[in-house]
């Protein structure tokens, strides 16, 4: 019996020293999985009230103060309510409804200035004269190709954009924050990374087996993607994009290198370097923090009750009506 | 630099972080900010769907009818991960909409704010877990 105890509290320190172990934050060598890969495992949100560029007014500098972040995060815990919104305008009907439904976060996840991180000067490059030329002929393409809430118009739903059509908020879009699902759940299996995005749904699976690329005739919405480790990294090279959407204006010439850092227990860090000779004058990158939830993942059945293409339709076709 | 103009820094900074972003669709396009509407009714069946929840409440016209109106609010999966879920808004609840009507012309409109009829904000202060506060509700802390 009197062994018995013993062997149990020598159990139960060793789960605490281990416990221990686990909230203590990394020096050395992240966690493994049993197969001997850097362990990135884990529910995670990406939801920043960092701005994505860097804004004009900080004078080019990298970081906030403690004062500035202490005063938008204070800003972004206050804001929100209707009060003070004009009625009767086009913004106040954009802002949708009340604040309990959003999840943009209240938190400066990192001190920058701005989610963009290279070119040193926080901002997206400029785009090519080609990427202009086809800005300009967008119009005439069979669908509208932005990623974001809006569409070129009303006549069909092919005038609305890929995210009101549930398809896709475009890569790397759809590892970017915004205003709510900002979640995500990264599991492993020896050779393989699966990334499960809740926005709009999809899972990526990325082979981490040394594979290469499909065949260039293969164009996927969300690319194809083939993954290596690097030392404690794991690197994420995607291509093989369709015409079908944009990012900024690049499509299928889009070359992504994406590198997820666990940088501490709780967080990952993620940067995504974006290349398109034929769209940015030069490459650029992103660093966004992967912060650990614990949370569960929830489905968003986008087309479930898309009830909205409905009502924009309808709503121009009512509008046509009435006009004279 | 004095202290107003860090202030005045620190503000600018601020508002452009603060930029909201927007709905999965465009809510201008659905929705008519011309006409808005002021409903006070009783739910009577709620959508707990994606991409947007709808809430659809019987409203009392002045001559004893009853028309139904559908209210769209936001995502279900922001309130689920804060344990609420279609439950904790029960048929038969009273509640205020002040939001703008459909351009289509039906009974639907935005829950540009939705209350119960005393002014506090449905789903607040139930859990609340990293809930959005706008130190409107006087419940909230």
Known sequence: MKSFSIAVAVFLLAGAAALAAAQEPHKGSPPRTPWGEPDLQGTFSNRTITPFERPANVNGREFFTKEEVAAMEKRAQEAGGDDGRAKGSRQDVERAYNDFWWDRGTKVTTPRTSLVVDPTDGRVPAPTEAAKMRAADEGKRPAFRGAGASGRGTDTWLDRSTFERCITRGMPGAMSPTAYNNNYRITQSPGFVAIEIEMLGGTRVIPTDGRSHVRSTIRQWMGHSVGRWEGDTLVVDTTNFTDKVLYRGAAENLHLVERFTRVGPGEIEYRVTIEDPTTFTKPWTLAIPYVNTGEDMFEYACHEGNYGMEGILSGAREEEKAKP | ?141
């Open chain 2, 1 to 141: 630099m004095s202290c107003d103009r860090i202030a005045a820094a620190i503000a600018a900074a601020v508002s452009l972080a603060g930029a909201p972003a927007l709905a999965h669709h465009s809510f201008s396009a659905e929705f008519d900010s011309n006409k808005p509407v002021e409903l006070k009714g009783v739910v009577a069946k709620v959508e707990w769907i994606n991409p947007h929840t709808w809430i659809h409440i019987d409203v009392k016209q002045p001559d004893g009818t009853v028309q139904r109106w559908m209210i769209e609010g936001g995502t279900p999966n922001t309130l689920l991960r804060r344990g609420l879920t279609r439950e904790s808004l029960p048929v038969g609840t009273e509640i205020v909409v002040d939001g703008y009507r459909a351009k289509n012309g039906t009974n639907r409109a935005n829950g540009r704010d939705v209350t119960f009829p005393g002014g506090r904000k449905l789903f607040m202060g139930s859990s609340g877990i990293g809930a959005p506060q706008d130190g409107k509700d006087p419940t909230e802390k």
